[in-house]
């Protein structure tokens, strides 16, 4: 009788374990990831308590070697740290993160939301004497870091050829040539993203030392709630990059925030607030085939909210399939740091081979 | 051992097996019987009229059982119903006995001859024969008086017979009649139920599936169901495990063991729901279910003791705890709870065996 009781509940747990098996397939992390240079972005001239804790680790080290740090803001012409931080609070914090091993770079912005066009720097570039000023402005705080990285807001297509005198020209200024770029994410000739045929990266493969290629916010501008970025946009992307511009130093980019649509606007969250939200409307958080968080709930006018974001699995799962037809050579950006999974840099760490 | 009426009466004067048959009616003088009572022998009566002449006849033979009861009455060689012989001047009812104690022949006398009804039985009881004599003579049927009923019992089945090559008796099958092949014995039916059916709710639409413990009184064509289980829900991306517990009635359209019946049932489950996914937040959810059920099914009987049950359910379940349930994210629509509100249909299969007599 014992022997057919335990045969029975052998039975039952074979048949739990099926069931186990079926729901949580997709749920197994990937063994292994091609190694890659990293690089993280930090939109601030500072770090707050939670890009210090990643950034200061042993796991984001091991991770990372670059980090962008998105602080010199166009203004009146020139390019410069915003209010608080100033030269001596970056060249602070660049030394600090110096100490821990990094290469820093500084980012420079105008600050202006990807969708607004014109954008004023479209005027700024087209006057060679402003953008002359502009330029030595850029090089003067390049001395501060290891090199400067040019994030430009959505250009009209017709300002095509002073952005490349622009770039030719600071290159040219920047010690040791050192100006990387964030660049559209284009998949064709011409460009499907809007304003990325204003920026001739074949043409400028000799100025820049790295093309950032920002392989984010998928479903910015299509109305369409969904992830901010998927495995096969990048390596879409990627290949089309890699035969377009194959002498430049490429890098994909992955989110490290997530995107709350909510009925009148887009908005980045954090995986933190994407959590608490989810859990202070009682919501279950989904796990989408391609490996993406995502929930949805009713705001309080009653309209529906979509929440998208990434997780260390999520993250991992995107890296391990964009291997499969991106050579390791080309690198990383993440994107956002500070707003991602507080176990994405142990998981990379431990997996990335 | 046999004796002719003289001797019996003197061995009946000795004995205390045999009982002292009640003395005559003392409402008017009685002749005087030279043969004493005879054993059992029901109280005498005595005929208004003097028995009719008879030629001189050989006395009867009583023959008893060990018991001390009598067993037949001879006269010679034949019993006293296929000759003619005198039984003294004896007048009233004879009763001989089989050797089980049971009634085997009741003798009527007239001044020592058979006269009236004699009929004669098995040991079950059952009337073998019924004569009517005159004088100590047997009468044909069709000179009997008036109100003499004439019917005689069915044939019973012979007796157990053995075959030659075997020592194992042959008894005739006994067929029972359509009440005893239809009915259920025994006290309580307990048995196993399987079930597989589909829950619907406006978050998802699992299967639903599973076994139950099932304690069903044999209460007649109403009777109570009791069940105890472990069901399970699953879908790719939704797996609850359920225990449920249930009290129901099932009431018969139709007697017999094979009928179809209704059900009703009510019941409480405890629910404990896995989140899928390797995502962030709560692991689980538990809850607590109340429900209802109804349905149709039949019920075959396999033997008196044992049935199954095959029927469908339709029903639904609620929330009845006071935590907040846990939504899902729906593709068209608000989230939806993942355990809340639901409708559910099953199909049930059950074998029930009977215990108890």
């Known amino acids: ?353 | 051992m046999a004796w002719t009426v003289d001797s019996f009466a003197q061995e009946r004067s000795s004995s205390s097996l045999v009982e002292v048959p009640p003395a005559a009616p003392p409402i008017e003088p009685q002749p005087q019987s030279a043969l004493p009572p005879v054993p059992n022998a029901a109280p005498a009566l005595v005929p208004a009229l003097p028995p009719p002449i008879a030629p001189d006849l050989p006395n009867a033979v009583v023959e008893t059982w060990p018991t001390g009861k009598p067993s037949t009455i001879r006269c010679g060689d034949q019993a006293i119903t296929r000759s003619l012989c005198r039984y003294g001047d004896y007048t009233g009812t004879l009763t001989t006995y089989h050797q089980d104690g049971s009634v085997h022949q009741v003798l009527s006398f007239i001044g020592g001859l058979l006269d009236g009804l004699s009929e004669s039985y098995d040991n079950g009881g059952h009337l073998l024969s019924r004569e009517f004599f005159f004088a100590g003579k047997s009468r044909s049927p069709g000179s009997l008086p008036t109100g003499v009923p004439t019917r005689i019992d069915p044939p019973l089945p012979p007796p157990p017979t053995f075959d030659s090559q075997s020592p194992v008796a042959t008894v005739p099958r006994i067929t029972m009649d359509k009440s005893e092949e239809d009915t259920i014995r025994g006290l309580v039916g307990i048995g196993v139920r399987g079930t597989v059916g589909f829950l619907a709710s406006s978050a998802v639409i699992p299967f639903y599936g599973g076994g139950l413990l099932q304690v069903i009184p044999n209460s007649g064509r109403v009777r109570p169901e009791l069940g105890a289980g472990i069901m399970v829900a699953a879908r790719n991306d939704y797996q609850r495990i359920d225990i449920p517990i249930s009290v129901g009635m099932q009431a018969d359209l139709i007697s017999g063991g094979d009928t179809v019946f209704l059900v009703l049932a009510v019941s409480t489950i405890f629910a404990n729901r896995k989140v899928l996914g390797s995502v962030p937040g709560p692991n689980s959810e538990a809850a607590w279910l109340l429900g209802a059920e109804g349905g149709v099914g039949v019920r075959l009987r396999r033997s008196a003791y044992s049935y199954w049950l095959g029927d469908v359910r339709l029903g639904g379940l609620g929330r009845a705890d006071t935590a907040t349930p846990i939504l899902l994210p729906q593709t068209d629509g608000p989230p939806a709870a993942a355990i809340g509100g639901q409708f559910r249909m099953t199909l049930n299969l059950t074998f029930i065996g009977n215990i108890g007599t």
């Open chain 1, 1 to 353: 009788m014992t022997r057919a009781f335990l045969s029975g509940l052998c039975r039952i747990s074979l048949l739990l374990g099926i069931l186990s098996a079926v729901g949580c397939g997709s749920s197994a992390l990937p063994e292994s990831v091609k190694r890659r240079s990293g690089t993280v972005v930090v939109e601030s001239c500072t770090l707050d308590p939670f890009q210090q804790s990643a950034l200061l680790g042993d796991d984001a080290r091991a991770v990372v070697s670059d980090i962008v740090l998105l602080c010199l803001y166009i203004r009146d012409d020139v390019a410069a740290p915003t209010a608080p931080a100033d030269r001596a609070s970056v060249a602070q914090l660049v030394s600090l993160l110096r100490q821990r091993g990094y290469r820093v770079q500084l980012g420079v912005t105008t600050g202006e939301p990807t969708t607004l066009t014109p954008s004023k720097l479209d005027a700024l570039l087209r006057d060679p004497a402003r953008r002359t000023v502009l330029s030595a402005s850029i090089a003067d705080a390049a001395k501060l870091a290891d090199g400067i990285v040019i994030a430009p807001p959505q250009l009209a297509n017709s300002s095509e050829p002073a952005f490349r005198a622009w770039i030719t020209e600071l290159a040219a200024m920047v010690p040791s040539r050192r100006v990387g770029l964030f660049a559209p994410p284009s998949s064709m000739t011409p460009s499907d993203i809007p304003g990325g045929d204003a920026i001739h990266i074949a043409a400028l493969r000799d100025q820049l030392a790295q093309v950032y290629l920002m392989t984010l916010d998928l479903h910015c501008c299509d109305g369409q709630p969904g992830p901010t970025t998927s495995a096969d946009w990048i390596s879409q992307v990627a290949a089309f990059a890699q035969v377009t511009y194959p002498t430049s130093s490429l890098s994909i980019t992955v989110p490290l925030y997530g995107t709350h649509f909510g009925s009148q606007s887009q908005r980045p969250v954090s995986y933190l607030e994407a959590v608490g939200l989810a859990g202070h409307e009682h919501i279950e958080i989904v796990r989408t085939n391609d490996g993406t968080l995502r929930f949805d709930y009713q705001e309080t006018g009653g309209a529906m909210a979509h929440v998208y974001f990434d997780d260390a699995q999520s993250t991992l799962q995107t890296l391990s399939q964009v291997d499969e037809t991106v050579p390791n050579s080309v690198g990383v950006v993440y994107y956002g740091v500070g707003g991602e999974d507080p176990t994405l840099w142990r998981t990379l760490r431990e997996r990335m081979k």
